[in-house]
């Protein structure tokens, strides 16, 4: 059964997804993510206006981030490849083993409570929060990637995580690209790719997992809200260059602050949501 929309709120919703999308759309650019880290408890907090219970809107946000990842993914991409820094032999290389890793964390995600979600995410949130404002270039685990097997897990890793959390795979894959020794702006550059491998498979399994489920919105298709896309995506894709720009203008010191502020922003947040 359908949760039919207020039109009353309609509007401050509407207004607050495009405040959402301009956000989503400069991070994407600026710290070569898909946005989820924001989108997610954005999208959460709308729907709670919405009156929907929180077994049904915590997925909802996490499989609509994942759906509108792939635009500013792309743009993010190549925005990023005309300046030389995305690693598409590596891309290449993660294909397989992040297909793997969605396919798993969908086979989970049927089943999954809100707080297995939100665990997740405030788990990986803090770890990449304390590398990027506490560490320094001491903080590795070797000069360079492994051979193609370990690496391959790593691309597994990144698919599973950022299917749980609703995120493009770049917080998760710059962590793991700076602690083998690539420079932040390499990392950013390579890790907007990611989205695009996560995007595509990410949305297919949430739209599956919450295929007539009860208490949904009249636009949700599965664990996806298409009234949210149709808001977010065209502002998220109009601010993704303004991102990049600043991205390539700012230091490596202060990208990796404000990256690590970012995140532990958005860790906070569900942290208190678990509390």
């Known amino acids: ?9 309609l509007l401050p919703i509407v207004a607050a997804l495009l405040a959402a999308g301009a956000a989503i759309g400069v ?4 710290f070569g993510v898909g946005g989820g880290a924001i989108s ?3 999208f959460f907090e709308v729907y709670g206006l919405l009156g929907m ?3 049904v ?12 990842i792939l635009p500013t993914a792309i743009a993010s991409t190549r925005a990023h490849a005309r300046r030389g ?7 290449k290389l993660w294909a397989l083993p992040v297909l793997v890793g969605v396919v798993i964390g969908a086979a989970l995600a049927r089943g999954a409570t809100a707080a297995l979600y939100q665990t997740v995410f405030v788990c990986v949130a803090t770890v990449m929060a304390a590398k990027l404002l506490l560490g320094n270039a001491a903080w590795k685990v070797r000069d360079s990637l492994p051979g193609p097997i370990l690496t391959g897990v790593y691309g597994g890793i990144v698919g599973f995580l950022s299917f749980l959390m609703g995120i493009g795979g770049g917080a998760i894959s710059t962590l793991i690209l700076t602690l083998h020794g690539r420079p932040i702006h390499a990392a950013v550059a390579t890790s907007a790719g990611v989205g695009v491998l996560i995007a595509v498979p990410g949305m297919i399994g949430y739209i599956l997992a919450g295929w007539g489920k009860p208490g949904l919105p009249g636009d949700a298709v599965g664990y996806v809200s298409a009234l949210t896309l149709v808001v977010t995506v065209p502002v998220a894709m109009a601010c993704t260059r303004l991102g ?12 990796s602050r404000l990256f690590g502020l970012f995140l532990l922003v958005a860790c906070l947040r569900f942290l208190a949501e678990l509390l």
């Open 244 to 255: 990049v720009r600043l991205a390539h203008a700012l230091s490596r010191t202060v990208l």
């Open 53 to 55: 219970a929180d077994e």
């Open 85 to 91: 820094g995305v690693d598409f032999d590596l891309l």
């Open 40 to 42: 997610v408890p954005v």
């Open 1 to 9: 059964m359908s949760v039919p929309i207020d039109l009353a709120v």
């Open 27 to 30: 991070l994407a650019g600026l």
């Open 57 to 68: 809107r915590m997925p909802l946000a996490v499989g609509t981030s994942l759906a509108m």
